[in-house]
């Protein structure tokens, strides 16, 4: 499992689904739609270990396409987390 921060988000890879996947779809999407923070190690998995944490956390857009591009053609093995401040309370409440 790879996990990294950017700036408010986590991103968690099951990077053993990534064995195969045959369109590495995840980093032609960051390359397209932000800046290539995510790309692919040498075993063919999603990485970022060719960056250090302030690159990760500097090129991080938090555009969310490489979620997509896994889900629509890839083995859906990112998940994206993003704490919204107050949303559970706002859940409660409507209850
Ligand atoms: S698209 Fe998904 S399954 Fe394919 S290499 Fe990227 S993270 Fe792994």
Not at 56 to 85: D, H, Q, S, W, Y
């Amino acid at each position: 499992m790879l996990e990294f921060a950017e700036k408010t988000l986590t991103v968690k890879i099951d990077t053993s689904k990534c064995d195969t996947c045959e369109t590495k779809a995840c980093a032609d999407a960051c390359k397209k739609f932000a800046r290539g923070l995510l790309g692919i190690d040498d075993q063919g998995r999603a990485s970022v270990a060719h960056r250090d944490t302030e690159e990760v956390l500097r090129l991080g857009t938090e555009c969310l396409a490489c979620e997509l591009a896994c889900k629509t053609k890839g083995n859906n093995a990112i998940t994206i987390e993003i704490p919204v401040k107050g949303l559970d309370e706002y859940l409660l409440k409507r209850q």
